[in-house]
Nanobody, 126 residues
Framework: HVQLVESGGSLVGPGGSLTLSCTVS??????????MGWFRQAPGKEREAVAH????????GYTDSVKGRFTISQDNARNTVYLQMNSLKPEDTAMYYC??????????????????WGQGTQVTVS
């Protein structure tokens, strides 16, 4: 069965950096229809999309609040997607989740479009 396992979350000071990893197993990692995404959810807030990557083309997309600070990337040989986070702010504090979608549309999928999720990794900026 499909499994997504995140790692890399930690406590970091403002202005610091972290790299999250998400390794996919049990399925083909990349083709033209597979999109990987990073989401986050802070206590009392809705889950929000942070970044997406089309595994086939490598095209990426970001939410405005992280543009220029976060970078999503992938290593197809390792079936792994990364989220490099720089210049971290206290408002980046959240549980971060990776997710996998089979998606044909030109836009990025919302959370409901992702059908496989990891267990989450906590990022605390303080």
């Amino acid at each position: 069965h499909v499994q997504l396992v995140e790692s890399g979350g930690s406590l970091v000071g403002p202005g610091g950096s972290l790299t999250l990893s998400c390794t996919v197993s049990g399925t083909q990692y990349t083709n033209s229809r597979i999109v990987m995404g990073w989401f986050r959810q802070a206590p009392g807030k809705e889950r929000e999309a942070v970044a997406h990557i089309r595994t086939g083309s490598g095209n990426t997309g970001y939410t405005d609040s992280v543009k220029g600070r976060f970078t999503i990337s992938q290593d197809n040989a390792r079936n792994t997607v990364y989220l490099q986070m720089n210049s971290l702010k206290p408002e980046d504090t959240a549980m971060y989740y990776c997710a996998r979608a089979t998606w044909d549309a030109a836009d990025w999928p919302a959370a409901y479009g992702y059908n496989h999720w990891g267990q989450g990794t906590q990022v605390t900026v303080s």
